[in-house]
């Protein structure tokens, strides 16, 4: 069965760190995109970062530049987002999802398999 499974999400407050992981069980991550987005509550689902495959090509929404990191572990077969100086507006239900296809990586929700989701809140 193929599977995507996030972990890390929390409560953190203001200015805070957390660290989400994103894991593959029944296939292997190397020759796939990974996608992070967000979805709050009354809100559409985001981009936040993707990695291309390969590992070359990163690209993050402008909410977040400077703050998150994503990276990749395919040794592991897990994506990580290091996500540091959180603030309130990061709060969210967070996925990962994996894709195939593309020299880079899309911003857009074009990917075929998904995660359920973390729960990240900032808050004090």
């Known amino acids: 069965q193929l599977q995507l499974v996030e972990s890390g999400g929390g409560l953190v407050q203001p200015g805070g760190s957390l660290r989400l992981s994103c894991a593959a069980s029944?296939?292997?991550?190397?020759?796939?995109?990974i996608g992070w987005f967000r979805q709050a509550p009354g809100k559409e689902r985001e981009g936040v970062s993707c990695?291309?495959?390969?590992?070359?090509?990163?690209i993050y929404a402008d909410s977040v530049k400077g703050r998150f990191t994503i990276s990749r572990d395919n040794a592991k077969n897990t994506v990580y987002l290091q996500m540091n100086s959180l603030k309130p507006e990061d709060t969210a239900v967070y996925y990962c999802?994996?894709?195939?296809?593309?020299?880079?990586?899309?911003?857009?929700?074009?990917?075929?398999?998904w995660g359920q989701g973390t729960q990240v809140t900032v808050s004090s």
């Open positions: 029944g296939f292997t991550l190397d020759f796939h995109a």
């Open positions: 990695i291309s495959r390969g590992g070359g090509i990163t």
């Open positions: 999802a994996a894709g195939s296809g593309w020299l880079g990586c899309p911003m857009a929700p074009n990917y075929d398999y």
